[in-house]
């Protein structure tokens, strides 16, 4: 990848960062990158911080369907504790910018928003990751962006919502029925993960990756073991990368059937949901019997996986697919039909392709838009690269348009399914994990159902994790919500928040 | 649509009867939920969830009391929106400083008699997220708990048997406001 290893042209690392590269950067250089990012040069993969210094990973989504994307990771020191703000060139950065703030003490320099993110102003500590200081506990107001104009309201929702939601706050400004400014504020869900990480073994730190949040644990566990296999040079046995592969592939039809009928739901047409909940139920008790596990938690660890699928399982999938194919084409074939339903969903809730693309949206929120990326087709990992499927693309960019790459993926899952049940080669489902007996760092980038995940750490010589950052893709879908919603009336934001589905405990770790 | 709604009158209903391991238990706890229930709250229980930090997981499986296997209606308990409308309070994850306030509010809001219920492993003590600085402990660290139910998540049977319990518990000692 001449171009974007060109465009770093920094320093190398004095040890070893797979399966990527990492180069040391000058300010200027960084600064550079801010502005080739604002350009459309490269994807943000990722910005946060570490001791005295801020990462930020980028990569080029290709120029056409069939090009591998390419990946490299920035790194700044920053010994006077400031770097160059990229949000002053990059909208998508800014959140991750007050997040390395609020964590490490570190100052963006010039950036156009220094509020804080995570820090509501409750936790006792400034800057734990950092330099930690006391603080007290009494919580500090909140600055929310302005509206005016003759006859704005806001409206205030959450962090305790009405439906059984995670935790987190809208905040609206609307002229009669229609929105005209929407902010988001979270951090609520902030449990402290990458400090509880920091510190722990890479088997412990495995425990906290698959609990980052709940409806992705199979496709965090899969990037955090990913990247500790890199790190450490780690070949899992083949059988386990089809394992793992099963594993995503149930998870992903899983929420996607969720999802789809929780759409319909809030769009008051209760017999979708109640049938997509019948065939989720199925799937999440054919997990359950496969790996003893209902959502999977704690089966792929680094090495491979913890369960191996055995006779009654493997004719437990066999007989789901047949039946979610016979049924989920009935309710298709429903959603298409019932246009009251697609009254709700044609043209609300737009995400621009323009924003798609700015914002490197992952998953169906990416994919609704326009944005063509799947990170097991652009940057394969196994056993995807020896597997057959689409990665479906939609342009409109609204509620509908996002209901459909789900509907198209569920069909693509069930389709990898049938592949790896007649492919999957016998053998063993885990190898042993030997440490490096020298500081290692890796990295991974996992395609969950709800977009790309990616997970970067560093590992010292004994296996003791020094740093280990999850990204989730719900950072770069959050705030193109705002967006979307702009011009939609109050009542459409759960259709249209449901549609996008974004983690609140992933974004706030 | 039609089709699907004639098959749907045609065919068996999927709701199960009790989940299998506690069978005779939640027989009983059924048994007992018609008069129980009827004399103290009108045969119902309105459940108001609040998510005090958890990973999402508790949620999914809560979620999957409404579906048609779990069914929870037919036992009287229903989600309702709003705090000022709920008996029991569905308390899931650990509780972050962030959500602390948030958490004390909703409970303040919740008429008297009311129920906690703390779920999930993380609910109980802080599970593995104990000791961050970003995290309070378990529920009961902030609110008092009558019932903790254990897992990670805590399967749709084991929030049944335990809201089944919570019902007959309720009748022996309620809460005072």
Not at chain 1, 70 to 76: C, P, Q, R
Not at chain 1, 167 to 175: D, L, Y
Not at chain 1, 408 to 421: A, F, K, N
Not at chain 1, 431 to 459: S, Y
């Amino acid at each position: 990848m001449p171009s974007l290893i060109k465009a770093l042209a920094g320093t190398a690392l004095p040890h070893a960062h797979h399966p990527w590269p990492r180069r040391i950067v000058d300010v200027e250089t960084w600064s550079a990158l801010g502005g080739q990012l604002a350009e459309g040069r490269w994807t943000l993969a990722g910005l946060w911080g570490d001791a005295g210094a801020v990462h930020m990973a980028l990569y080029d989504i290709g120029r056409d369907e069939t090009d591998r994307s390419e990946m490299a990771v920035a790194t700044l020191p920053c010994p006077t504790g400031q770097f160059p703000s990229i949000a002053r060139h990059h909208a998508p950065a800014h959140r991750l910018e007050r997040t390395i703030s609020d964590l490490f003490g570190l100052e963006p320099v010039s950036a156009p928003d220094n509020r804080p993110w995570l820090d509501h102003g409750r936790w006792c500590v400034r800057h734990p990751l950092g330099t930690p200081t006391e603080s007290s506990d009494q919580g500090s107001p909140y600055a929310f962006l302005t509206a005016e104009g003759e006859g704005l309201h806001q409206i205030a929702v959450g962090p305790v919502h009405a439906g059984i939601i995670e935790p987190g706050h809208f905040r609206f400004t609307a002229n009669g029925e229609t929105v005209v400014r929407l902010e988001e504020r979270f951090g609520y869900a902030h449990k402290g993960v990458e400090s509880l990480m920091a510190g722990a073994s890479f088997e412990r730190a495995a425990h906290f990756a698959a609990r980052i949040s709940g409806d992705s644990t199979v496709a965090y566990s899969i990037s955090y073991s990913r990247a500790v296999e890199a790190a450490l040079g780690i070949e899992v046995p083949v059988r386990a990368h089809w394992l793992r592969a099963l594993m995503a592939e149930l998870e992903r039809i899983a929420n996607h059937l969720g999802d789809i009928g929780s759409v319909c739901n809030d769009a008051a047409f209760a017999l979708m949901h109640a049938h997509t909940g019948v065939l989720r139920e199925h799937v999440l008790r054919q997990s359950n019997n496969c790996f003893g596990h209902r959502l999977m938690m704690d089966k792929v660890v680094p090495g491979g996986v913890t369960a191996d699928l055995d006779r009654s399982g493997e004719d437990g999938v066999r007989a789901l697919l047949p039946m979610i194919r016979k049924a989920f084409s009935q309710l298709v074939e429903l959603y298409d039909e019932t246009s009251s339903l697609q009254d709700r969903t044609v043209g609300t809730g737009t995400l621009s392709h323009t924003l798609a693309l700015q914002y490197g949206c992952g998953g169906y929120v990416g994919r609704a838009s326009g944005r063509s990326f799947d990170a097991r087709r652009n940057l394969a990992y196994p056993p995807y690269d020896a597997l057959r499927f689409d990665v479906p693309l939609f342009n409109e960019g609204d509620v509908n348009a996002r209901v459909w790459v789900r509907i198209r993926e569920v069909e693509q899952s069930l389709g990898l399914i049938d592949q790896i049940m007649a492919e999957m080669p016998p053998g063993e489902i885990s190898v042993a994990v030997a440490q490096a007996k020298e500081t290692r760092e890796g990295m991974a980038l996992v395609e969950g159902f709800r977009g790309d995940i990616l997970c970067w750490l560093r590992l010292d010589p004994t296996g003791i994790i020094e740093r280990c950052h999850l990204r989730d893709p719900s950072w770069f879908q959050w705030p193109v919500l705002e967006a979307a919603i702009e011009g939609n009336i109050v009542a459409d934001f759960p259709l249209c928040n449901k549609s996008f589905n974004c983690s609140y405990s992933g974004h706030d770790l | 649509m039609r089709k699907l709604l004639f098959e749907n009158l045609i065919r068996s209903p999927l709701t199960e009867g009790v989940p299998d391991p506690d069978r005779s238990m939640l027989a009983e706890l059924a048994t007992s939920l018609g008069r129980v229930a009827r004399e103290n709250l009108g045969r119902s229980l309105s459940i108001r969830e609040i998510d005090a930090g958890s990973c999402n997981g508790c949620e999914l499986e809560i979620h999957a009391l409404s579906n048609a296997f779990y069914d929870i209606e037919r036992f009287g308990l229903r989600f309702v929106a709003s705090p000022r409308h709920a008996d029991v309070l569905l308390v899931t994850g650990p509780v972050t400083r962030n959500m602390r306030e948030a958490l004390e509010r909703t409970y303040n809001a919740t008429p008297a008699p009311k129920w906690v219920v703390a779920v999930g492993d993380c609910a109980s003590d802080g599970g593995c997220f104990a000791g961050s600085y970003a995290v309070v402990g378990g529920v009961s660290a902030v609110v008092p708990v009558d019932l903790h139910l254990a897992g990670c998540p805590p399967s749709p049977e084991t929030l049944l048997k335990g809201l089944l319990a919570l019902i007959e518990h309720s009748t022996h000692s309620f809460r005072s406001p």
